[in-house]
């Protein structure tokens, strides 16, 4: 059986007009033989308008109920979808999270999905011609409907394509495909046409907002071809693929900025064993991603021990860092939300040395200071003042000359 899943977002599925252009899309596919399951977010503004209602009838929604109440957003969208196409008279059928069934945890408003049932989804598809999915839900252990978080409906389609065995996931957005920086930010921002697993997991994780995270790493754990590209254009989009001798010939993919950022310094911290221990399992257990760590020399027995948090979960984190002051010997505890990480990325880097030095020459030209260097096998990252984020963007973009095909070599 051949099959194509595609994943639309909300601004594709806005309204009326936006929804014949999805129309239009489906139905190619379809009338090449080919079975298609549409997964489908809830319409434009919907689910911040349902969580606004939440917080108007309570102070502290219940997670469980809040699961109930946004997905109604995507089960909205699938059903009008699912009124266009078959006044069109394609075979089809609009399918909740539940009826596949998607199975989940049951951390309401995060759920991870666990499993799907690929035969109920294949019996479905040897009746209809196109399943309508909705995105986002699932069901937990206790049968209650579950959210899998913002940006969950490309998590949902990439693992509808990796259960289902699809040929390709579409995954279709307002934009043409993956940029080598920020289109908004910088006007020579090019089109990638094939970028890896690995380059769209970093971009990903540093807030490029094309693909989900989680999207990306069931397209890399399962092998699914993703293919990002535009609703509003027939144009060839990024294809997000398994890494080949040909993509390390690109030292860098592209520049990514992250200003969700928040620092954290303890200062004059005693230098024992299990002080990071203290600090971070804290932090673990509430469920705070810590990113960037730096720990000074120590000097007299101690030292001071600085990290990244996103903006959202500063207070918590500061709450936390103030319950385990006495334990950990802290004098003071200092933070700034004035900064932003900005990374290069390219798995070229794998194999050529200079990348780092080439980056920090550029900024320092640009006197730009650095606050905290991290570093992985693909990519640099550098805290920085959060105002010098775009001059920063471009001055790594032209260093590289990524609005070239061609990269010259670091030396």
Same mark, same amino acid.
């Given at each position: 059986?051949?099959?194509?899943v595609?994943?639309?977002?909300?601004?594709?599925?806005a309204?009326?007009?936006?929804?014949?252009?999805?129309?239009?899309?489906?139905?190619?596919?379809r009338?090449?033989?080919?079975?298609?399951?549409?997964?489908?977010?809830?319409?434009a503004?919907?689910?911040?308008?349902?969580?606004s209602?939440?917080?108007q009838?309570?102070?502290c929604?219940?997670?469980?109920?809040?699961d109930?109440?946004?997905?109604?957003?995507?089960?909205?969208?699938?059903?009008?979808?699912?009124?266009?196409?078959?006044?069109?008279?394609?075979?089809?059928r609009s399918?909740?999270g539940?009826?596949?069934?998607?199975?989940?945890n049951d951390k309401?408003?995060?759920?991870?999905?666990?499993?799907?049932d690929?035969?109920?989804?294949?019996?479905?598809?040897?009746?209809?011609?196109v399943?309508v999915?909705?995105?986002?839900?699932?069901?937990?252990?206790?049968?209650?409907i579950?959210?899998?978080g913002?940006?969950?409906s490309?998590?949902?389609?990439?693992a509808?394509?990796?259960?289902i065995?699809?040929?390709?996931?579409?995954?279709?957005?307002?934009?043409?495909g993956?940029?080598?920086?920020?289109?908004?930010?910088?006007a020579?921002?090019r089109?990638?046409?094939?970028?890896?697993?690995? +380059?769209?997991l970093?971009?990903a994780?540093?807030?490029?907002?094309v693909?989900?995270?989680?999207?990306?790493?069931?397209?890399?754990?399962y092998n699914?071809k993703?293919?990002?590209?535009?609703?509003?254009?027939?144009k !060839?989009?990024?294809?997000?693929?398994?890494?080949?001798n040909?993509?390390?010939?690109?030292?860098?993919?592209?520049?990514?900025?992250?200003?969700?950022?928040a620092?954290?310094?303890l200062a004059?911290?005693t230098?024992?064993?299990?002080?990071?221990?203290?600090?971070?399992?804290?932090?673990?257990?509430?469920?705070i991603?810590v990113?960037?760590?730096?720990q000074?020399?120590?000097?007299?027995?101690?030292?001071d021990?600085?990290?990244?948090? !996103?903006?959202?979960?500063l207070?918590?984190?500061?709450?936390?860092?103030?319950?385990v002051?006495?334990?950990?010997g802290a004098e003071?505890i200092? &933070?700034?939300?004035?900064?932003?990480?900005?990374?290069?990325?390219g798995?070229?880097?794998?194999? &050529?040395?200079?990348v780092?030095?080439?980056?920090?020459?550029?900024?320092?030209?640009?006197?730009?200071?650095?606050l905290?260097?991290a570093?992985?096998?693909?990519?640099?990252?550098c805290l920085? +003042?959060?105002k010098?984020?775009?001059?920063?963007?471009r001055?790594l973009h032209?260093?590289?000359?990524?609005?070239k095909?061609?990269? !010259?070599?670091?030396t």
């Amino acid at each position: 059986m051949n099959i194509v899943v595609m994943k639309f977002g909300g601004t594709s599925v806005a309204d009326y007009d936006c929804m014949q252009q999805v129309l239009a899309k489906v139905i190619r596919h379809r009338n090449l033989g080919r079975k298609v399951i549409v997964v489908l977010s809830a319409m434009a503004g919907e689910t911040n308008k349902l969580i606004s209602f939440a917080y108007q009838w309570s102070d502290c929604p219940d997670p469980a109920e809040m699961d109930s109440l946004m997905s109604t957003g995507e089960q909205v969208s699938t059903a009008l979808f699912t009124m266009i196409l078959k006044d069109q008279g394609v075979a089809s059928r609009s399918v909740l999270g539940w009826q596949m069934p998607m199975r989940t945890n049951d951390k309401y408003c995060r759920a991870r999905i666990q499993s799907i049932d690929c035969q109920t989804l294949r019996t479905m598809l040897e009746q209809y011609d196109v399943l309508v999915a909705a995105g986002f839900q699932g069901l937990s252990p206790d049968e209650r409907i579950t959210t899998l978080g913002r940006g969950g409906s490309d998590t949902s389609a990439v693992a509808l394509a990796a259960a289902i065995g699809a040929d390709v996931c579409e995954i279709y957005t307002d934009v043409e495909g993956v940029y080598t920086t920020d289109p908004n930010v910088y006007a020579k921002a090019r089109k990638i046409e094939t970028i890896t697993y690995d +380059e769209m997991l970093e971009m990903a994780s540093m807030g490029a907002k094309v693909l989900q995270i989680r999207s990306v790493e069931f397209a890399k754990k399962y092998n699914v071809k993703v293919h990002v590209r535009s609703t509003f254009s027939d144009k !060839p989009g990024t294809i997000v693929t398994q890494e080949d001798n040909e993509m390390e010939d690109a030292l860098v993919s592209g520049i990514a900025y992250d200003k969700d950022q928040a620092r954290i310094t303890l200062a004059h911290v005693t230098d024992k064993p299990g002080v990071s221990a203290a600090i971070f399992s804290p932090l673990a257990e509430e469920g705070i991603l810590v990113d960037m760590i730096v720990q000074n020399p120590s000097k007299n027995g101690q030292t001071d021990m600085t990290f990244t948090v !996103p903006r959202g979960d500063l207070q918590k984190t500061l709450h936390i860092m103030e319950e385990v002051r006495e334990e950990i010997g802290a004098e003071e505890i200092y &933070h700034d939300t004035q900064v932003c990480k900005v990374s290069v990325i390219g798995v070229g880097m794998r194999n &050529h040395s200079g990348v780092a030095a080439k980056a920090f020459q550029a900024l320092r030209e640009e006197n730009i200071n650095i606050l905290m260097i991290a570093t992985s096998e693909i990519k640099i990252t550098c805290l920085i +003042e959060e105002k010098y984020t775009e001059l920063a963007v471009r001055t790594l973009h032209d260093a590289f000359e990524l609005d070239k095909n061609n990269q !010259p070599a670091c030396t």
